[in-house]
C-alpha cells in the first residue's frame, strides 16, 4: 500500500495567493523527504530537500522564499507556494526515505494558479 | 551531455510483447539503480531497485544493470495493456538525491 501521502490532491487557487500542501510518511518516520515539480510529458525535477529539525536545501534556480518547506516532524514536511502565479502551475510531488537510498513518492498535487 | 540518457519513445508494442527499455549514464558515481512507472496524473511507484551489476527478476519485470558500461536496462515480459505508462529510471551515488532519466512513455495496445 501507499506509503507517502500529499494532500490536497489537487487545488486551485487565484493568483497572488498562498498554497500549503503536505507531505506525509505513513507508518514510517522520515527523517529526509523531498519535493519535485513535473510539468507536463517531463521528467521530474528536484526542488529541495527537506531536513526534520533543519533548514531545507534549495537546489539551484529554486527560490527558497517563494517555496517554503517545513519539517517539523518526522511524519510530515510542508511545501507553501507564497504568492502564487500561474507559471507556478505545476504538479508537484514529495518523496521519503524509508531506508537505503530509495525514494517512496507520493501521489502528487496538481496546482492550478488562475 | 546528460548525465543520463533515456529515449523519451513514445513505445507501442501489441499485449504480450517484451518490452526493453533503457538508460545511459555518465556518472561513475552512481550505485544504486531504480525504476519507476508513472501513470498520467499519479506519482512515481517503485518497480524496481538495483544496486550491483547482474539481473533482477520479480515477476514479469527485470532489471539489468551493466556498471562497465554505465547501461541499464528494464524488461517487462508478456506485456498488458495495464503497463501502459511513463517509465522513469533513476539513479543515485551516496547524496541520496535521485537524478532521473527524461522517462520513457509506453502503450501496450490490446
Known amino acids: 500500500g501507499a506509503v507517502v501521502s500529499q494532500h490536497p490532491s489537487w487545488v486551485i487557487c487565484k493568483s497572488g495567493t498562498s498554497v500549503k500542501i503536505e507531505c506525509r510518511s505513513l507508518d514510517f518516520q522520515a527523517t529526509t523527504m523531498f519535493w519535485y515539480r513535473q510539468f507536463p510529458k517531463q521528467s521530474l525535477m528536484l526542488m529541495a530537500t527537506?531536513?526534520?529539525?533543519?533548514?531545507?536545501?534549495?537546489e539551484q534556480g529554486v527560490e527558497k522564499d517563494k517555496f517554503l518547506i517545513n519539517h517539523a516532524s518526522l511524519t510530515l514536511s510542508t511545501l507553501t507556494v507564497t504568492s502564487a502565479h500561474p507559471e507556478d502551475s505545476s504538479f508537484y510531488i514529495c518523496?521519503?526515505?524509508?531506508?537505503?537510498?530509495?525514494?517512496?513518492f507520493g501521489p502528487g498535487t496538481r496546482l492550478t494558479v488562475l | 551531455q546528460k548525465e543520463v540518457e533515456q529515449d523519451p519513445g513514445p513505445l507501442s508494442v501489441p499485449e504480450g510483447a517484451i518490452v526493453s527499455l533503457n538508460c545511459t549514464y555518465s556518472n561513475s558515481a552512481f550505485q544504486y539503480f531504480m525504476w519507476y512507472r508513472q501513470y498520467s496524473r499519479k506519482g512515481p511507484e517503485l518497480l524496481m531497485y538495483?544496486?550491483?551489476?547482474g539481473n533482477k527478476e520479480d515477476g514479469r519485470f527485470t532489471a539489468q544493470v551493466d556498471k562497465s558500461s554505465k547501461y541499464i536496462s528494464l524488461f517487462i515480459r508478456d506485456s498488458q495493456p495495464s503497463d501502459s505508462a511513463t517509465y522513469l529510471c533513476a539513479m543515485t551515488g551516496s547524496a541520496r538525491q535521485l537524478t532521473f532519466g527524461s522517462g520513457t512513455q509506453l502503450t501496450v495496445l490490446p
Open positions: 518523496s521519503a526515505i524509508i531506508s537505503g537510498n530509495t525514494q517512496y
Open positions: 527537506s531536513n526534520e529539525g533543519s533548514k531545507a536545501t534549495y
Open positions: 538495483t544496486y550491483s551489476s
